[in-house]
């Protein structure tokens, strides 16, 4: 599949995620949604396409931000002002290193939120979503572990057997977006919808 293949699928998953906006069961569950995969478009354009690996991570910060307050019952902007800050700070430096961490962080307090938020029975969202929340991070984290070890070699001075992992990135991370595209949609059966 080739970059530009891989890039239209994840435009197409944002494309999915915008027409569920009738039919999903909450507005705001969904704004966060598209509103994270419109960073994560931004995102692959600069990974996939400019093979930018600064801004590429910039970005896809804040798509894990969008995802953290997707979870939460009020939005933490402050969350959003500290990552812009560490984000500018880094681009500054021109270090993809302390982006990485920035990303890192980032992503490991989204599993937990989300965890948490899968868990709790009394959130805005039926289980199903939940659950698909749920998988679709854990694939992305996968995802991001191949991510890791694919460009290992760059600083470690590793064997290339390691570009193994390339593969197994894009394994992961298209059904992972594919999943989280839907995640908004509201399942329920259009008679139990109209009943609440």
């Known amino acids: 599949m080739t970059f530009y293949l891989k890039f239209a699928f994840v435009v197409i998953c944002f494309l999915i995620a915008l027409v569920t906006y009738k039919f999903c069961v909450s507005r705001r569950d969904w704004l966060w949604l ?22 590429g991570v910039a970005v896809f910060c804040f798509a894990h931000v969008c995802y953290i307050n997707r979870a939460r019952e009020k939005a933490s902007w402050i969350l959003f002002a500290v990552t812009a800050v560490l984000v500018t ?26 965890f ?7 959130t805005r969202l039926p289980k199903r979503n939940r659950t698909l929340i749920l998988a679709g991070l854990i694939l992305f984290a996968l995802c991001d572990i191949n991510v890791l070890l694919f460009n290992l070699p760059n600083y ?7 570009a193994m992992f390339f593969m197994l990135i894009w394994v992961f991370y298209l059904p992972s977006q594919a999943i989280l595209a839907v995640t908004a949609y509201d399942f329920r059966a259009p008679q139990d919808r109209l009943s609440t």
Request: net charge negative; hydrophobic share 60%; glycine share 4%.
């Open 34 to 55: 598209v509103t994270g995969l419109g960073f994560t478009v931004g995102a692959d354009y600069f990974l996939v396409l400019e093979n930018n690996h600064l801004y």
């Open 89 to 114: 700070v880094a681009l500054f430096f021109a270090s993809v290193i302390a982006l990485a961490l920035v990303y890192a962080v980032l992503f490991c307090a989204n599993i937990f939120v989300n």
């Open 116 to 122: 948490r938020f899968f868990k709790d029975e009394k």
């Open 156 to 162: 470690i001075n590793a064997p290339q057997w390691f």
